[in-house]
T-cell receptor, first 113, second 112 residues
Framework: SQTIHQWPATLVQPVGSPLSLECTVEGTSNPNLYWYRQAAGRGLQLLFY??????ISSEVPQNLSASRPQDRQFILSSKKLLLSDSGFYLCAWSRDSGTYEQYFGPGTRLTVT | KQEVTQIPAALSVPEGENLVLNCSFT??????LQWFRQDPGKGLTSLLLIQSSQREQTSGRLNASLDKSSGRSTLYIAASQPGDSATYLCAVNMDSNYQLIWGAGTKLIIKP
């Protein structure tokens, strides 16, 4: 069976500090990978998606970037955090064909102070 | 541009009732529709996926229906339990695109 991991679970960072959130998937190969942000009281916003190693599509121009150094690893980064980067970050995966049903990780709660 | 709406935003019912959550979308040319559940502070759990060619899908006490022509999907929960309390989100996949178009969710509270 497939499993998706995210870490850390919670993070408190000062404004201007760097960020690195990691997501890994087990039990499947060549998944599509997604980063979402869920701000308080708002819906899910797709930030990045990837269909393969080194292939990243950005949906929202912002202070964040994503990388996929390995098939089942997806990293969300920032060089300098802003207060507005606070939120709940969710990683998801889907198969690269068929229904594209998305499966989500447990999320990372980021608070920028 | 596809828009997905979930009404009501919140719903509180006593335990044991059967209930229906609504999801409407403006463009009927969808690939499929997913229903998710989110507990407070947690990730999303996929409940049901219904393909554009299907009319309904069932999993345990949950039944999702799809009427593309009217731009509606419903999630039916039978014999509700306090453990069903969560936010329920629907999301539409357009033409096998990778992106999901999300509703804002319905926060469901089941009172013991």
């Amino acid at each position: 069976s497939q499993t998706i991991h995210q870490w850390p679970a919670t993070l408190v960072q000062p404004v201007g500090s760097p960020l690195s959130l990691e997501c890994t998937v087990e039990g499947t190969s060549n998944p599509n990978l997604y980063w979402y942000r869920q701000a308080a009281g708002r819906g899910l916003q797709l930030l990045f998606y990837s269909v393969g190693i080194g292939q990243i599509s950005s949906e929202v121009p912002q202070n964040l970037s994503a990388s996929r150094p390995q098939d089942r690893q997806f990293i969300l980064s920032s060089k300098k955090l802003l207060l507005s980067d606070s939120g709940f970050y969710l990683c998801a995966w889907s198969r690269d064909s068929g229904t594209y049903e998305q499966y989500f990780g447990p999320g990372t709660r980021l608070t920028v102070t | 541009k596809q828009e997905v709406t979930q009404i009501p935003a919140a719903l509180s019912v006593p335990e044991g009732e059967n209930l229906v959550l609504n999801c409407s979308f403006t463009d009927s040319a969808i690939y499929n529709l997913q229903w998710f559940r989110q507990d407070p502070g947690k990730g999303l759990t996929s409940l049901l996926l219904i393909q554009s060619s299907q009319r309904e899908q069932t999993s345990g006490r949950l039944n999702a229906s799809l009427d593309k022509s009217s731009g509606r999907s419903t999630l039916y929960i039978a014999a509700s339990q306090p453990g069903d309390s969560a936010t329920y989100l629907c999301a539409v996949n357009m033409d096998s695109n990778y992106q999901l178009i999300w509703g804002a969710g319905t926060k469901l509270i089941i009172k013991p």
